[in-house]
């Protein structure tokens, strides 16, 4: 994609989350947008960096490692959002920013590990299935707590909150009952909040569902192809 098109992209999704943030009642700067990169090459990071954006979201972890590598700005936040693989924690570890999609304890384990080996905190978000679809992952609603108290007394990750992806429908309002369950969730399991455990974030919306996500509480969203362009494959 050209470099103006990512430019003209980014502002004008900014403008849209400020827009439906004010008119939802909230404050637009709660909300971070994380640029899904996915699948695209480092030149285009490299424009929306340039546009003076810094959040990026990678969904497979060889690629956000390679990218990791590339990109070697320490200003850029790097975000995985996409399955974990136990095996290649360890490769991420020592520079990923934020994991969105935490789904098991084991993971959490996992990323105290490495991330204590790395000398580093590594910000976590426990991804919850609120679209009832398997392919989408994310735990059940029940084994919340479990893994929130699982991460109560860890050193090197923190459990900031939660993430959810909605069923891929035409019109978003037909998913703004799992944004709210995910904020139901987040509401309810505030009481597990000790130790490295502190709900403070909800990432959720796309490019499709955005505006939805954003009226039901999202302070993360996740925008690939509106800023990016279409993408080949996933
Ligand atoms: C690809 C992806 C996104 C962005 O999707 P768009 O529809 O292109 O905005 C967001 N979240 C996750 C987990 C993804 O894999």
Not at 74 to 100: C, L, S
Request: proline share 2%.
């Amino acid at each position: 994609m050209s470099d103006q098109d990512i430019a003209r992209n980014l502002k004008s999704i900014q403008q849209k989350i400020e827009k439906v943030a004010t008119d939802a009642g909230r404050d637009p700067k709660e909300i971070t947008l994380v640029a899904v990169s996915k699948t695209k090459p480092n030149e285009d990071i490299l424009e929306a960096v340039t546009a003076g954006h810094l959040q990026f979201g990678e969904n497979r972890m060889k690629e956000l490692e390679d990218k990791m590598a590339e990109i070697e700005l320490t200003d850029v936040v790097w975000h995985f959002i996409g399955n974990i693989q136990t095996n290649k924690i360890k490769y991420i570890a020592d520079r990923v920013n934020w994991i969105h999609s935490v789904e098991k304890a084991k993971y959490l384990k996992e990323i105290e590990k490495r991330a204590g080996k790395a000398n580093r905190v590594v910000n976590a978000l426990i991804q919850v299935n609120i679209s009832g679809e398997k392919q989408k992952g994310g735990c059940e609603p029940e084994d919340l707590a479990n893994i929130l108290e699982s991460a109560q007394n860890y050193d090197h990750v923190i459990v900031r909150g939660l993430m959810g992806m909605a069923t891929f429908v035409d019109d978003p309002e037909d998913v703004r009952s799992e944004f709210k369950l995910l904020k139901e969730l987040f509401d309810s399991h505030q009481k597990y909040n000790e130790g490295s455990v502190n709900l403070e974030h909800l990432s959720m919306g796309m490019t499709n569902d955005m505006e939805v996500a954003i009226q039901e509480g999202a302070t993360m969203v996740r925008i690939g192809s509106a800023i990016f362009g279409e993408r080949n494959y996933d």
